[in-house]
């Protein structure tokens, strides 16, 4: 298995994390189920080859791993929607979204069509995403940024996670409560969720790279209260043991992940 991700053109970084591309190599099963970490985003897929052209597909954000059926000889790529810029690319709410997956058709047709004819063929991920960005053009509005929203996200990505929820909505022009309600209609999660995933996304990159050595290093590093409470945790977001996830994450071979350079 093979994971390459790729940063967007200064013009579309308010609006796309990271365009992301994974594909699997002669030595893979033909079939298998792959298991995607969660970072409390949203994405828009492609896969290829497939009957009728290529298959556009939205996966909401999820609060656990999703895991998606994967089969050799076939491409996919995507583009990471940043948190709270839903709403600015697709003119719609991602609440309801949430743990969902459907065809981009069932929500735009015109967007799924554009994508679909600017993507299809691309024989790398650089040139997957100037067709991206190209089919978006025009689209994303920056108007329907919630700059308090976007601001919250982009200090919780910047932590990992760690930084204290009541010091940074401190630090917001808006109250509490209102921030909360906001964020969570923006990305589709509460702030504490999304807090919590990023901080199992850093714990799992570190697991993976064995960056902090044991799991009990790892699990103290990340301000859990023991190794047990690490292991707790990963079960409930991706219904594996640490060396279990361990052991997954190990077969994946990484390219340009933000988190390592």
């Known amino acids: 298995m093979k994971y390459e991700e790729r940063a967007p053109s200064p013009q ?9 591309a994974f594909g699997t190599e002669a030595c893979d099963p033909e079939s298998y189920e792959h298991v995607i970490v969660p970072d409390g985003t949203a994405n828009i897929a492609v896969i290829e080859p497939m009957p009728g052209g290529p298959f556009v ?99 919780l990505v910047d932590s990992d996670g760690f930084a204290a929820m009541s010091d940074l909505m401190a630090s917001s022009a808006i109250g509490e409560r209102q921030l909360r309600r906001r964020f969570q209609r923006e990305t589709g999660l509460s702030p504490k969720v999304f807090a919590r995933l ?32 690490f292991t707790r945790e990963l079960k409930a977001v991706f219904g594996m043991s640490p060396l279990q996830l361990r052991a997954y994450l190990d077969q994946i071979r990484h390219f340009n992940l933000l988190e390592l350079c």
Request: charged share 20%; aromatic share 8%.
């Open 57 to 155: 597909s939205v996966a909401g954000p999820s609060p656990v791993a999703v895991r998606v059926p994967v089969q050799r000889g076939l491409t996919y790529r995507g583009a990471r929607i940043r948190s709270g810029a839903w709403r600015a690319v697709m003119g719609s709410d991602v609440i309801g979204l949430v743990g969902q997956k459907m065809p981009m058709m069932m929500l735009s047709p015109e967007l799924g069509a554009a994508i679909q004819s600017a993507c299809g063929g691309a024989d790398s991920l650089s040139r997957f995403a100037e067709g991206f960005e190209a089919a978006l053009s025009g689209r994303p509005d920056h108007g329907l940024l919630d700059a308090e929203v976007c601001a919250l996200a982009q200090k």
């Open 12 to 20: 579309f970084a308010p609006f796309i994390e990271r365009f992301w």
């Open 198 to 229: 990023r901080r199992v996304r850093r714990a799992c990159i570190d697991l993976a790279y064995q960056r902090s050595g044991n799991v009990a290093t790892i699990s103290a590093d990340h301000g859990y209260a023991d190794q047990p409470h």
